[in-house]
C-alpha cells in the first residue's frame, strides 16, 4: 500500500519565479492537507482540500493556492516566490470527512529553495 | 489563536537515561493532542494522541504522555531512551473546532549519545 507521495523531491527556483508542487494521498484518503516547514521550525498549516474544494486556510498569503483533483491528488502552487519561501513542503492525507479529526499520514515532503 | 510552546529546543542524554519533553499549548477550548516523530531521513509520523478518556496515553517505542487540562501541558516520557530515538520530536494540536487543522510547535531536537 502506497503512502503518500510527493513531487519533485527537491527544487530550486529564483525570487519572482512560480512553483507548482504535486501530492498524492494514501490509497482511500480523500483530503490533503498542505503545511510549510521552515528550517528549524515545525510545520505550519497552509491550507486543506476536500472534496476539490479549499475547507480550510492558515495565515498564508493569496500567492499561496491550490487545487485538489477528481482522483484526490493535489497541488500546491506559489506565485512570485520570495527567499522566505524556501522550505519544506508537507502534504499529508487523511480519510473521512473533514469536518472531524482524522488521522493524517504525512509524505516526504519538497525541498523548495529559492535564490 | 492556538500556539503549542516546546521548552526544549535540543536535548542531548546517554543511553538509558530518562525522558521527558515538556509541551504547552493555549487554547480555551477542546483539543486533541499529538507528538510527531522525524527521524532522520524520514517522514513525519505519529508518536501518539490523546483525544479523550484515560489522560496517560501511551504510544509507539514505550513513548508515553501525559495530557494535564490545569496546565494545558502534553509531556513526552520515556522511561529509558535508545540510540535509535534520535530524532526531532514536535507536539500538535488539533483545535476540536477546527477540524483537521494542526498547529505544530516548534520541535525539540533529541540527541542520544550511545
Known amino acids: 500500500d502506497a503512502g503518500v507521495t510527493q513531487s519533485p523531491t527537491h527544487l530550486i527556483k529564483t525570487r519572482g519565479q512560480q512553483v507548482t508542487l504535486r501530492c498524492s494521498p494514501k490509497?482511500?484518503?480523500?483530503?490533503v492537507s498542505w503545511y510549510q516547514q521552515a528550517l528549524g521550525q515545525g510545520p505550519q498549516f497552509i491550507f486543506q482540500?476536500?472534496?476539490?474544494?479549499?475547507?480550510q486556510r492558515g495565515n498564508f498569503p493569496d500567492r499561496f493556492s491550490g487545487h485538489q483533483f477528481p482522483n484526490y491528488s493535489s497541488e500546491l502552487n506559489v506565485n512570485a516566490l520570495l527567499l522566505g519561501d524556501s522550505a519544506l513542503y508537507l502534504c499529508?492525507?487523511?480519510?473521512?470527512?473533514?469536518?472531524?479529526?482524522?488521522?493524517?499520514?504525512f509524505g516526504p515532503g519538497t525541498r523548495l529553495t529559492v535564490l | 489563536a492556538q500556539s503549542v510552546s516546546q521548552h526544549n529546543h535540543h536535548v542531548i542524554l546517554s543511553e538509558a537515561a530518562s525522558l521527558e519533553l515538556g509541551c504547552n499549548y493555549s487554547?480555551?477550548?477542546?483539543?486533541?493532542l499529538f507528538w510527531y516523530v522525524q527521524y532522520p531521513g524520514q517522514h513525519l509520523q505519529l508518536l501518539l494522541k490523546?483525544?479523550?478518556?484515560?489522560?496517560l496515553v501511551k504510544g509507539i517505542k514505550g513513548f508515553e504522555a501525559e495530557f494535564i487540562k490545569s496546565k494545558f501541558s502534553f509531556n513526552l516520557r520515556k522511561p529509558s531512551v535508545q540510540w535509535s530515538d534520535t530524532a526531532e520530536y514536535f507536539c500538535?494540536?488539533?483545535?476540536?473546532?477546527?477540524?483537521?487543522?494542526?498547529?505544530f510547535g516548534s520541535g525539540t531536537r533529541l540527541s542520544i549519545r550511545p
Open positions: 499529508a492525507s487523511s480519510g473521512g470527512l473533514a469536518d472531524s479529526y482524522n488521522e493524517q499520514f
Open positions: 490509497s482511500g484518503h480523500d483530503t
Open positions: 482540500y476536500y472534496e476539490e474544494e479549499e475547507r
Open positions: 487554547y480555551g477550548g477542546t483539543v486533541n
Open positions: 490523546y483525544f479523550s478518556g484515560d489522560p
Open positions: 500538535a494540536v488539533n483545535a476540536y473546532s477546527s477540524a483537521s487543522k494542526i498547529i
